[in-house]
C-alpha cells in the first residue's frame, strides 16, 4: 500500500496551492478520502474528507470556502485545492485512506505560506 503526496512548497499568503496524494495498493474507490494537518505544536487536524463516490464533501470551518478536496477513481488519486492560503495554513499535509477495517497514512507534504 502507497499513498505519495506532492504539490507542497513554499507560497506566499493569498497564494494556492494543489495537493495531490497518488495511491495504489488498495481499492481506492472503497475508501473515504480525507486530508489532514498537523502545525508544528499541534495536534493533527481534519482538513477536508470525500466519501467514495465523491458525492459528500467536508470541510474543517478554518478553510471552507477557500479548500477544495476531490478524487478521480480512475486514477486513484485525491486532491486538495488550496486557494487565498494564510500563513495559519502552514503545517504538514497528509491524506488518509479511511475504510471499514483498514486506516492507510501517506508520509506528508509540507505546505508553507510565508511573505
Known amino acids: 500500500v502507497q499513498l505519495v503526496e506532492s504539490g507542497g512548497g513554499l507560497v506566499q499568503p493569498g497564494g494556492s496551492l494543489r495537493l495531490s496524494c497518488a495511491t495504489s495498493g488498495f481499492t481506492f474507490s472503497s475508501f473515504d478520502m480525507i486530508w489532514y494537518r498537523q502545525a508544528p505544536g499541534k495536534e493533527r487536524e481534519l482538513v477536508a474528507a470525500?466519501?467514495?463516490?465523491?458525492?459528500?464533501?467536508n470541510y474543517a470551518d478554518s478553510v471552507k470556502g477557500r479548500f477544495t478536496i476531490s478524487r478521480d477513481n480512475a486514477k486513484n488519486t485525491v486532491y486538495l485545492q488550496m486557494n487565498s492560503l494564510k500563513p495559519e495554513d502552514t503545517a504538514v499535509y497528509y491524506c488518509?485512506?479511511?475504510?471499514?477495517?483498514?486506516?492507510?497514512w501517506g508520509q506528508g507534504t509540507q505546505v508553507t505560506v510565508s511573505s
Open positions: 488518509n485512506a479511511a475504510g471499514r477495517k483498514y486506516d492507510y
Open positions: 470525500i466519501t467514495t463516490a465523491g458525492g459528500r464533501t
